[in-house]
């Protein structure tokens, strides 16, 4: 019924006479994540948020978006970071420092995980020293990041989310990733393809 339909993350689109996007996401009894998205400079990117902006588009969601527009509310840019290397001598980086990427794919936290894992089963020893050990970390585990990174960026820049068509094997390669240093073993009722 329409109870449960509030209780369930949405993702609300619309494009004409303006591209603006809600993600809707109960967090709890009392709490809901709403995250208004709209093109650089247009009138949805103004701040304070604008209500009759917003509820021109989504009149459905007006009693949670005349909460929000009581905020004051901020205008963040997605941001894609890419380093030349990620480390330099016996120093590296990981997560949004050294792979920032736009949210479509849904997958720089965890990307930053997996990187994070890798790197710590790299450091646990060897004979070679610590500089070849990051070296060798980032050769082998880098390219599955950057891959990522540039099929977020395309899905961002293609807007793919909102035809809801964007799920494919190769979209879902760092979600399927069983990283260096995890077991191999699904999570019960999680089963991984190969």
């Excluded at 009138?43 to 989504?58: L, Q």
């Excluded at 997996?114 to 004979?127: K, R």
Aim: charged share 25%; hydrophobic share 40%.
């Amino acid at each position: 019924g329409p109870v449960e339909f509030w209780d369930n993350v949405s993702d609300f689109w619309n494009f004409q006479p303006r591209v603006q996007r809600i993600l809707y996401v109960p967090a709890n009894d009392n709490d809901l994540y709403l995250g208004l998205m709209a093109p650089h400079g247009s009138e949805g990117s103004i701040v304070p948020i604008k209500f009759e902006v917003w509820i021109d588009m989504f009149p459905f969601l007006e009693p949670v978006l005349r909460e929000a527009t009581k905020a004051q509310g901020r205008y963040d840019r997605y941001e894609t970071t890419v380093l030349n290397a990620w480390t330099k001598g016996r120093v590296a980086l990981i997560g949004d420092a050294a792979h920032a990427m736009t949210p479509s794919l849904a997958q720089g936290a965890a990307c930053a995980m997996m990187n994070a894992l890798s790197l710590s089963v790299y450091m646990e020893g060897g004979a070679e020293t610590v500089e070849s050990r990051l070296q060798e970390w980032e050769r082998k585990e880098r390219p599955l990041t950057d891959r990522t990174q540039q099929r977020s960026a395309k899905l961002t820049a293609e807007r793919a989310l909102s035809k809801g068509d964007w799920v494919n094997d190769v979209d879902m390669e760092t979600m399927r990733h069983i990283p260096t240093g995890a077991s191999a073993d699904p999570l019960p009722g999680f089963p991984r393809r190969r």
